[in-house]
């Protein structure tokens, strides 16, 4: 019950990694808001809330309705995000600048709204939910891993600035998840289980990450357990950042 009497507030929180994010918190302790497009779909016992990431005016009202219904704000999780597929020709200038200003411009709005809220708590951290497109190079996701490398680059910027006003700020960079998005992608692929076999393959625990695993790296990060951790990108990927294993057939 690390989060006892802390507030916290996750993006995205209504589905996959955010409602894990808002469940476990929940679990420590915290008293939660979720913002999101649908927040009726938000796990029991949290605040729930309207917000468009993607607008400034509809942040900053969401952001203040959060700090006044949970009586401020100590933790941020910016988890809300779109995924996009394809190389540098398959999306055009307005889909490049519609995916930026969500996943990488919506951290932006967000933490800038609750940073005046953050200055007032002993334990404030902000964490970002990030990716290994950040880290390494995946087939056709050049618009995603643009932006996920602009979130990487964020959160370390981030840190160093605000790091002397006691706020931390790290990133999580999960491998590919188990999440809503995956699905839909999954569901619109030519051979839905080739495709998903595919993508378990290309981790070496062999199986897509769960969003309740990516949820505990978050709410460690969050945690004022991780007092001396800022600055930090965690991979929740099985290994398909730093390890090269062989193949499992050679493997003796």
């Known amino acids: 019950m690390e989060f006892a009497g802390l507030k916290a507030i996750v993006t995205g929180g209504a589905s996959g990694i955010g409602a894990a994010t808002a469940q476990l918190l929940q679990e420590r302790g915290a008293v939660v808001a979720v913002l999101d ?67 990488v411009l919506g951290m932006v709005r967000v933490s800038r709204a609750a940073l005046p809220y953050l200055r007032q708590s002993s334990h404030a951290a902000i964490v970002n939910t990030c990716s290994v497109a950040a880290t390494a190079g995946l087939p056709q996701r050049a618009l995603y891993s643009a932006t996920k490398g602009a979130v990487l680059s964020l959160t370390l910027a981030m840190a160093a600035d605000h790091l002397q006003e006691g706020i931390r700020v790290n990133c999580v960079n999960p491998g590919t998840a188990d999440t809503p998005w995956i699905g839909r992608l999954l569901s619109a692929a030519a051979d839905p289980e080739a495709e998903r076999a595919a993508l378990e393959a290309r981790q070496p625990h062999g199986r897509l990450v769960c969003p309740e695993e990516v949820a505990a790296a978050i709410v460690y990060l969050a945690s004022p357990l991780a007092g001396s951790t800022t600055g930090v990108d965690l991979a929740v990927d099985g290994g398909m950042q730093a390890l090269r294993l062989r193949p499992r057939s050679a493997a003796s």
């Open 37 to 103: 497009l649908r927040p009726e779909q938000a796990p029991e016992g949290v605040a729930a809330i309207q917000c468009d990431v993607s607008d400034d005016g509809s942040v900053r009202r969401a952001v203040q309705e959060a700090a006044e219904r949970l009586g401020g704000i100590d933790v941020v999780a910016n988890n809300a995000g779109v995924g996009a597929q394809g190389t540098i020709e398959s999306n055009d200038d307005d889909e490049w600048h519609r995916v930026f200003d969500i996943n």
